[in-house]
């Protein structure tokens, strides 16, 4: 079986970015998205040349934060304070509950015009293209038009699309998980309680016999230590030390070597 570890948001704030660092040096992870948009983000890059092992895409992230576009050109995406409407606020707008509203609330060129600049981004930081192509927290349906679009111009994969067609298992579909989301992931509902009592070791060792069946699978999450910036931009905070807890895990590890998983990355699937 070949599986796939994915971190995302790499560069959020310094502390998730070095709890991904660890999770890369000292666990499984493999694959973990760019936040091109955040001012984290050169440090971020600062940590990829020396891990060529792994596969550094980009977490398009119209949500939190500052954008890499012109403010002016994408008016429907942004406050007044020129930083991006949080999702915990989309989510509770009444257009968002329709096709028609979320277009409104989400224009499909405001859209690409904000992710082609956090591509430009990317590539402006790095000297080199993306491994691949992710979304982050919400999905409008211009979003990934957008996403697509840009997969298609660059010939990157889109994340999703790809698992999809090289029929990955993947937690959130496995038949024997007990727990298979927080509040936080699943609301936009910030209990303390709740992510601190995650427990992504044990949710993967429950659906770990499920994966192997499989000739690809895939364990995800967000992996990160977490710092008082991240309490600033979102609700997902404090289970991510227990994702990166999970990716560090000797459980996990003695699981992958004793059943001779090979660890992939984007690149092996292109």
């Not at 973990?32 to 020396?50: E, Q, R, W, Y």
């Not at 994408?74 to 930083?83: A, K, R, S, V, Y």
């Not at 060792?205 to 994966?211: E, G, K, S, T």
């Not at 895990?249 to 699937?269: A, Q, R």
Request: proline share 6%.
């Amino acid at each position: 079986m070949k599986l796939l570890t994915q971190g995302d948001d790499f560069g959020f704030t310094r502390g998730v970015t070095l709890g991904i660092v660890d999770s890369i040096d000292r666990g499984v992870l493999r694959n973990t998205g760019l936040f091109a948009n955040m001012p984290s983000a050169p440090f971020a890059v600062s940590f990829m040349k020396d891990r060529p092992f792994a596969c550094f895409g980009i977490d398009f992230n119209i949500v939190a934060g500052p954008s890499c576009a012109d403010p002016a050109k994408i008016p429907h995406l942004i406050d007044e304070n020129g930083t991006f409407i949080k999702s915990g606020v989309r989510i509770r707008n009444e257009l968002f509950k329709t096709p028609e509203g979320r277009a409104e609330m989400f224009p499909l060129e405001e859209v690409y015009t904000e992710l082609r600049a956090q591509y430009d981004r990317f590539v402006e930081l790095t000297g080199r293209k993306p491994g691949y192509l992710h979304p982050h927290s919400i999905h409008p349906e211009t979003y990934i038009q957008s996403i697509r679009r840009i997969a298609e111009d660059e010939h990157i994969p889109y994340s999703h699309d790809i698992r999809e067609a090289l029929g990955f298992r993947e937690i959130r579909d496995c038949p024997a998980a007990v727990q298979k989301t927080t509040k936080a992931s699943g609301k936009k509902v910030f209990d303390p309680a709740e992510q601190i009592s995650k427990n992504t070791t044990e949710l993967i060792m429950q659906c770990a016999d499920w994966l192997a069946e499989g000739e690809y699978a895939a364990i995800g999450g967000h992996p990160g230590y977490v710092d008082g910036e991240l309490m600033k931009w979102t609700t997902l905070s404090l289970e991510r030390m227990r994702d990166a807890e999970a990716m560090m895990s000797e459980e996990v590890k003695n699981w992958i070597n004793e059943n001779d998983i090979e660890l992939i990355t984007y690149y092996d699937l292109v």
